[in-house]
């Protein structure tokens, strides 16, 4: 089992910035990727951004060159750094870890609010 705890979020204007901060624990040995999805009242959750255990990243098309995913491997700590951000960006975002197995498993955090307001 993995566990994952998400932070950061908060209230930010419009152009500003927050880091999100996804701890993980348990068998993390066993993940293959982290990422971070999001769901905006009455959406389904979309995926955002994810990074492989090589550190690749990739970022679905309408984050890209606002918002970075990173890693800290010593800390088994994965960050969203969200950056110009625009009240469209506002969801709940969750973190996700996925061992590709097979089977695939995926895990989740509880979820973290982002609302960009003025």
């Known amino acids: 089992q993995v566990q994952l705890v998400e932070s950061g979020g908060g209230l930010v204007q419009p152009g500003g910035s927050l880091r999100l901060s996804c701890a993980a624990s348990?068998?993390?040995?066993?993940?293959?990727?982290m990422g971070w999805y999001r769901q905006a009242p009455g959406k389904e959750r979309e995926w955002v951004a994810r990074i492989s255990d090589l550190g690749n990243s990739y970022y679905i098309n309408f984050v890209k060159g606002r918002f970075t995913i990173s890693r800290n491997n010593a800390k088994n700590t994965v960050y969203l750094q969200m950056n110009n951000l625009k009240p469209e960006d506002t969801a709940v975002y969750y973190c996700n870890a996925v061992r590709v197995g097979p089977p695939q498993t995926d895990y989740w955090g509880q979820g973290t609010q982002v609302t960009v307001s003025s």
């Open positions: 348990g068998s993390i040995n066993s993940i293959n990727y």
